[in-house]
């Protein structure tokens, strides 16, 4: 209701003060607060506020810098403890061959059967977490399982059974269980990548067993060192040699061993070439040369097989090429090389650091391959005529069509006499 001056209809131009029931003072009373200026109770409580955004920063910044976060993710710190405690591995390439070694084993076929997992689907989510360790350490693994099953083809719940297997053999071991982010952890993550980040997946670490190592490591020679005693001995043996005889110590001029006079003697002499110093010809068997696209093939299948180079002579690997029925003129040793490393990829395999029998291995391996499809190189050849052929399609058409189109020549002539008709024209 409002108050009436004096009995007038107007009410009074004087401000009328309402006291408002929910925070007990009137909008003049705070207008006339803010007015006066902050106090120093708001001043207090800005600055506590600044002094702990300043301080949440510092603790972020060195949270990061502690944990040494990479990646386009947040992964869990491991506490300093234990990352001392966790050995590191052998190497990308050896722990890889040491999982398989173990997963081929009667242990790692048992504990595979017990979790519920073939020993390829093992061995492809171990390869897949390899690819994601630190190369020098084999730390580091926080891809989520998810990305891991993707990665290896697989379910979540194979990635699952797998890692039960690696740290059932002792080849891995889970540093920290994946959970959700602190808010200090969350706000960290924030400044790490940019974006929210509410949950970090397990951080796990490849590691190689002393045991695994020493089993699967050849066995060291230790080298013997001549003494002091022998040395001299030799030394003076040599020393006498020279002065008494031209020969070998220890063997006189006439020794069927060191006497290369008597041996030439022997053999021209002999019964056995008696036919032949009678003017007899003599019966030489000279094998086939084997064909040169052949031994090219099979340096250059040595050359990019780094396993291979411990074969003895080329010509084995050219008996295997040619008793396979693989078309060396369609496939050079580069393509065979290209198509058996996709072949042990799609098994999941990794080629092995040596070979004991090279030439059975490599028998092997061809003799599970089709041969019959085209060649990489056939393939690439293949491609290039295809898009030379189109290519060449699309320069016909261009030119068809820029031979439809009239010479400029030709344009102005017609317009003019279209200008003519038209000047010509009488209007109706």
């Given at each position: 209701?409002?108050?009436?001056?004096?009995?007038?209809?107007?009410?009074?131009?004087?401000?009328?003060?309402?006291?408002?029931?929910?925070?007990?003072?009137?909008?003049?009373?705070?207008?006339?607060?803010?007015?006066?200026?902050?106090?120093?109770?708001?001043?207090?409580?800005?600055?506590?506020?600044?002094?702990?955004?300043?301080e949440n920063v510092a603790r972020i910044e060195a949270l990061n810098a502690e944990s040494g976060q990479r990646g386009n993710s947040w992964a869990l710190p491991v506490t300093t403890g234990r990352r001392a405690r966790t050995p590191i591995w052998s190497g990308r390439a050896q722990w890889q061959h040491q999982v398989r070694t173990l997963l081929n084993s009667p242990t790692g076929t048992e504990i595979c059967k017990k979790n519920t997992i073939s020993t390829e689907a093992a061995f492809a989510v171990a390869v897949t977490h390899a690819c994601f360790a630190e190369g020098k350490t084999g730390r580091g693994v926080t891809a989520s399982r998810e990305t891991i099953a993707n990665r290896a083809g697989v379910s979540v719940s194979v990635v699952k059974r797998a890692r039960r297997v690696l740290g059932a053999l002792g080849m891995a071991v889970e540093q920290e269980r994946g959970r959700y982010?602190?808010?200090?952890?969350?706000?960290?993550?924030?400044a790490h990548h940019g974006h929210r980040q509410f949950r970090a997946a397990s951080v796990?670490?490849?590691?190689s067993p002393r045991a695994a190592v020493q089993a699967l490591a050849p066995p060291m020679k230790k080298a013997t060192r001549a003494t002091r005693a022998a040395l001299r001995s030799a030394a003076y043996r040599a020393r006498t040699a020279s002065r008494t005889s031209p020969q070998t110590g220890g063997r006189g001029p006439l020794s069927p061993s060191g006497g290369f006079v008597?041996?030439?003697?022997?053999?021209?002499f002999s019964p056995t070439h008696a036919h032949t110093r009678a003017g007899k010809p003599k019966n030489q068997q000279k094998s086939t040369p084997r064909p040169i696209m052949l031994q090219r093939t099979a340096a250059q299948l040595i050359a990019h097989?780094?396993?291979?180079?411990?074969?003895?002579?080329?010509?084995q690997i050219c008996d295997v090429l040619a008793n396979t029925d693989i078309d060396v003129t369609r496939w050079t040793g580069r393509d065979i090389a290209r198509e058996l490393t996709t072949d042990t990829q799609s098994r999941g395999w990794v080629w092995p650091a040596q070979l004991t029998r090279p030439t059975a291995f490599l028998r092997w391996r061809l003799a599970r391959i089709d041969w019959s499809q085209p060649s990489p190189a056939e393939r690439s050849r293949e491609n290039d005529r295809t898009r030379l052929a189109e290519q060449a399609a699309r320069r016909r058409e261009a030119r068809e069509r820029d031979s439809h189109v009239a010479h400029a020549h030709t344009r102005a002539d017609i317009m003019k006499q279209l200008r003519e008709q038209l000047s010509a024209r009488t209007p109706a």
């Amino acid at each position: 209701m409002q108050v009436l001056s004096q009995g007038s209809s107007h009410p009074e131009p004087g401000t009328t003060d309402h006291k408002n029931s929910t925070f007990g003072a009137s909008h003049t009373d705070a207008a006339a607060k803010t007015a006066a200026g902050p106090t120093t109770e708001d001043t207090d409580e800005w600055a506590k506020a600044v002094r702990e955004a300043t301080e949440n920063v510092a603790r972020i910044e060195a949270l990061n810098a502690e944990s040494g976060q990479r990646g386009n993710s947040w992964a869990l710190p491991v506490t300093t403890g234990r990352r001392a405690r966790t050995p590191i591995w052998s190497g990308r390439a050896q722990w890889q061959h040491q999982v398989r070694t173990l997963l081929n084993s009667p242990t790692g076929t048992e504990i595979c059967k017990k979790n519920t997992i073939s020993t390829e689907a093992a061995f492809a989510v171990a390869v897949t977490h390899a690819c994601f360790a630190e190369g020098k350490t084999g730390r580091g693994v926080t891809a989520s399982r998810e990305t891991i099953a993707n990665r290896a083809g697989v379910s979540v719940s194979v990635v699952k059974r797998a890692r039960r297997v690696l740290g059932a053999l002792g080849m891995a071991v889970e540093q920290e269980r994946g959970r959700y982010l602190t808010k200090l952890e969350s706000m960290a993550a924030e400044a790490h990548h940019g974006h929210r980040q509410f949950r970090a997946a397990s951080v796990w670490a490849l590691i190689s067993p002393r045991a695994a190592v020493q089993a699967l490591a050849p066995p060291m020679k230790k080298a013997t060192r001549a003494t002091r005693a022998a040395l001299r001995s030799a030394a003076y043996r040599a020393r006498t040699a020279s002065r008494t005889s031209p020969q070998t110590g220890g063997r006189g001029p006439l020794s069927p061993s060191g006497g290369f006079v008597l041996q030439s003697l022997v053999f021209k002499f002999s019964p056995t070439h008696a036919h032949t110093r009678a003017g007899k010809p003599k019966n030489q068997q000279k094998s086939t040369p084997r064909p040169i696209m052949l031994q090219r093939t099979a340096a250059q299948l040595i050359a990019h097989i780094p396993a291979l180079k411990t074969t003895k002579h080329v010509g084995q690997i050219c008996d295997v090429l040619a008793n396979t029925d693989i078309d060396v003129t369609r496939w050079t040793g580069r393509d065979i090389a290209r198509e058996l490393t996709t072949d042990t990829q799609s098994r999941g395999w990794v080629w092995p650091a040596q070979l004991t029998r090279p030439t059975a291995f490599l028998r092997w391996r061809l003799a599970r391959i089709d041969w019959s499809q085209p060649s990489p190189a056939e393939r690439s050849r293949e491609n290039d005529r295809t898009r030379l052929a189109e290519q060449a399609a699309r320069r016909r058409e261009a030119r068809e069509r820029d031979s439809h189109v009239a010479h400029a020549h030709t344009r102005a002539d017609i317009m003019k006499q279209l200008r003519e008709q038209l000047s010509a024209r009488t209007p109706a």
